[in-house]
């Protein structure tokens, strides 16, 4: 079956330290890829995306994705975390032909120690 | 741009009555799109609409479930005979075109009681 998968429910990192939030993706073709950042009780904000080109886009925040076709992955990276970044973050797929109906990972809830 | 607004934020009800939400996109976009998020859970689509036009609907909307655009703006979304299951942030987004992301508003929570 066509998912979305986010292999890490819960991560922990200190203030200043990188991060790596993991998605894979099963489509037969190359869907277009999404990340989103939800804060509690709030909707989904966009950080950035890919349809194609560059596999390393840059996003808002100072967030990074790259795409790996060959691993069918997407990974958020950042490289010094700030408090303010503790919230659930979620990958997404649109299929091409799809009608742009977004499928969402389960998510990664981020937790910054101060 | 003043975003994707949803109204009501909250919803407290009874089981067996009915509830409206509403969602106003942002007022260039030509797409919307109704999402339902449970506890620990990335959100699901529910269904889209093109303008006026319903153009998918998802097998998670039953037929207690409704969803109009009647001139193309802003978007109503009724349960029927709401159940404990219910009990979800229902979340509206918008989009201008197929290729362009979408833009979500903070949803409406429901609490079936």
């Known amino acids: 079956a066509q998912s979305v998968t986010q292999p890490d429910i819960h991560i922990t990192v200190s203030e200043g330290a990188s991060l790596e939030l993991r998605c894979n993706y099963s489509y037969g073709a190359t869907p277009y890829l999404f990340w989103y950042v939800q804060s509690p009780g709030q909707g989904l904000q966009l950080l950035l995306k890919y349809f194609s080109g560059d596999t390393l886009v840059q996003g808002i925040k100072g967030f990074e994705a790259e795409f790996k076709r060959s691993q069918s992955s997407f990974n958020l990276r950042k490289p010094s975390v700030h408090w303010s970044d503790a919230a659930e973050y979620f990958c997404a797929v649109v299929r091409p032909g799809g009608g742009n109906k977004l499928t969402f990972g389960t998510g990664t809830q981020l937790k910054v120690e101060l | 741009d003043t975003g994707v607004s949803q109204d009501p934020r909250h919803k407290i009800t009874k089981r067996g009555q009915n509830v409206t939400f509403r969602c106003d996109p942002i007022s260039e976009h030509n797409r919307l799109y109704w999402y339902r998020q449970t506890l620990g859970q990335g959100p699901e689509f529910l269904t889209y609409?093109?303008?006026?036009?319903?153009?998918?609907k998802s097998r998670l909307l039953s037929d207690r479930f409704s969803a109009e655009r009647p001139k193309g703006s802003f978007s109503t979304l009724e349960i029927q005979r709401t159940e404990q299951g219910d009990s979800a942030m229902y979340l509206c987004?918008?989009?201008?075109?197929?290729?362009?992301?979408?833009?979500f508003g903070d949803g409406t929570r429901l609490s079936i009681l």
């Open positions: 987004a918008s989009s201008s075109d197929t290729n362009q992301p979408q833009h």
């Open positions: 609409f093109q303008n006026e036009a319903q153009l998918e």
